[in-house]
């Protein structure tokens, strides 16, 4: 039995842990980590490009019809100069809304660094990108993921409006 010291001594070394951005389990068996989706639109090397389009999308309000290719960097920090790139987001999102900016989100994360590494998360589900906090579903992955169930939220750090580079920090909650 782990007596006031012990039990002090393994909260505090939690708390580093998760501090540093490590990935945690939690009592329910969710693990829970962050990483920062670089979604770069402008400069010599976009990574997210329109690959379709409905006829009416460039007079929408909403660019609805549209849909973008992407291979994301994903960071474990804010900025692709502070953090180390971890793997990528690869999919296509569709603006899927006639009345905000809602994305349909169709993609993987691919890990190619770090202690996930070479295993992948499937996230599926609606961005209402205007919104603080979006939830969408992890609905598979493979690797260390094999079979993993949960939960992505997304919250922008940098809409990207002048920089051409949007970030969001994905905080990630899977079971496997």
Known sequence: MAGPTTTLLLLLLCSAGLASGATA????????????????????????IRIAQGAASNTSSTSFGAMVAIDDPLTTGPTRAAGTEVGRAQGTYTFADQQTFGLLMVMDFVFTAGEHKGSTLSILGRNEVLSDVREMSIVGGSGKFRMARGYVQAHTIDSGFKSGETVVQYTVNVRA
């Open 25 to 48: 389990a939690d009592d329910s068996g969710f693990t829970t980590f962050k990483v920062y989706f670089h979604d770069i639109v402008a400069g010599t090397s976009p990574t997210a």
